[in-house]
């Protein structure tokens, strides 16, 4: 059992012990740009979290899903909808990309991003062959509700003759997709980050990818309101609905680093043997507020 895909409550601090991960670059000494890939949660108080987010830089011809069709043309990203698992994804990157970069951003702290934290990492990637940003992360708690972008053309970050144009998008609640895999019956024992003790344990929906409809109001995620904690992390969703008016999700960044003074990954390597689910160790901020 991988034990980043499953976010229920019991299991996020030991999830995080096993923060070792992998990020496979392709791009060689001499072409590679160096690249910080920053992704920040930007829910309110007691909103939803973010599973540790996939990106991916390719050639533009990596498709993550369409609208009103199902997953099941779209090896890897069920897994990562219902229980934030990028293990599969990541192979199938791999496989259709091989000269893409990708890594899992996942903070030092419990995997999942909670509302006011950030992620960065650092990456090399080669403009010739790698202009165009995709991304990926499971909205939680919920059954099966995702931020991703379906369309592989829309995030370019080098032009045509190599001129770096970077990033810096916000995903808003009305851009949550319903992965259209499992019922969203919002039940603890089968919602991920509520009460899942195990992966792909919802209601098979059979559907396809459609515009979340929300979370059930007055239903099991909204509700919450446990006092408690597990590291530092409140277990209180009230603020979770994104169909809010003026909802802010996440922000992505990507920003071309020109003095690096961090470790930047070996091109062409793997890092950290112990590979659990595809997680890359990455800093863990918290946003300063005023």
């Given at each position: 059992?991988?034990?980043?895909?499953?976010?229920?409550?019991?299991?996020?601090?030991?999830?995080?012990?096993?923060?070792?991960?992998?990020?496979?670059?392709?791009?060689?000494?001499?072409?590679a740009a160096t690249l910080r890939v920053t992704v920040e949660?930007?829910?309110?108080?007691?909103?939803?979290?973010?599973?540790?987010?996939?990106?991916?830089?390719?050639?533009?011809?990596?498709?993550?899903?369409?609208?009103?069709?199902?997953?099941?043309?779209?090896?890897?990203?069920?897994?990562?909808?219902?229980?934030?698992?990028?293990?599969?994804?990541?192979?199938?990157?791999?496989?259709?990309?091989?000269?893409?970069?990708?890594?899992?951003?996942?903070?030092?702290?419990?995997?999942?991003?909670?509302?006011?934290?950030?992620?960065?990492?650092?990456?090399?990637?080669?403009?010739?062959?790698?202009?165009?940003?995709?991304?990926?992360?499971?909205?939680?708690?919920?059954?099966?509700?995702f931020i991703a972008n379906g369309n592989p053309l829309a995030?370019?970050?080098?032009?045509?003759?190599?001129?770096?144009?970077?990033?810096?998008?916000?995903?808003?609640?009305?851009?949550?997709?319903?992965?259209?895999?499992?019922?969203?019956?919002?039940?603890?024992f089968s919602t991920a980050f509520l009460g899942q003790a195990?992966?792909?344990?919802?209601?098979?929906?059979?559907?396809?990818?459609?515009?979340?409809?929300?979370?059930?109001?007055?239903?099991?995620?909204?509700?919450?309101?446990?006092?408690?904690?597990?590291?530092?992390?409140?277990?209180?969703?009230?603020?979770?609905?994104?169909?809010?008016?003026?909802?802010?999700?996440?922000?992505?960044?990507?920003?071309?680093?020109?003095?690096?003074?961090?470790?930047?990954?070996?091109?062409?390597?793997?890092?950290?043997?112990?590979?659990?689910?595809?997680?890359?160790?990455?800093?863990?901020?918290?946003?300063?507020?005023?």
């Amino acid at each position: 059992m991988n034990m980043f895909a499953i976010f229920s409550r019991q299991q996020v601090a030991t999830a995080a012990v096993l923060g070792l991960g992998a990020v496979t670059t392709m791009a060689t000494a001499a072409s590679a740009a160096t690249l910080r890939v920053t992704v920040e949660n930007l829910a309110p108080i007691n909103g939803g979290f973010l599973t540790p987010a996939w990106v991916g830089f390719h050639d533009g011809t990596f498709d993550l899903y369409n609208r009103n069709e199902s997953l099941d043309g779209f090896p890897g990203l069920e897994s990562l909808v219902e229980d934030g698992d990028t293990t599969e994804l990541t192979n199938a990157f791999a496989a259709e990309e091989p000269a893409g970069v990708q890594a899992t951003l996942l903070s030092d702290g419990p995997p999942p991003l909670e509302p006011g934290e950030l992620t960065s990492f650092l990456l090399d990637v080669d403009p010739a062959t790698n202009q165009y940003f995709s991304y990926a992360s499971m909205v939680i708690p919920s059954n099966d509700a995702f931020i991703a972008n379906g369309n592989p053309l829309a995030h370019e970050i080098f032009d045509d003759a190599g001129n770096f144009l970077g990033a810096d998008f916000v995903v808003l609640g009305s851009e949550v997709l319903d992965g259209g895999t499992e019922v969203n019956d919002e039940l603890p024992f089968s919602t991920a980050f509520l009460g899942q003790a195990a992966p792909n344990t919802g209601t098979d929906e059979n559907g396809v990818v459609t515009e979340h409809p929300g979370l059930i109001p007055g239903g099991p995620i909204l509700s919450t309101t446990d006092s408690s904690a597990l590291n530092g992390l409140p277990l209180n969703f009230t603020g979770a609905d994104f169909t809010a008016p003026d909802y802010q999700v996440a922000r992505f960044r990507v920003e071309l680093v020109e003095d690096v003074v961090e470790d930047v990954p070996e091109p062409g390597s793997i890092l950290g043997l112990m590979a659990v689910g595809g997680f890359v160790a990455a800093s863990r901020k918290r946003k300063q507020t005023a």
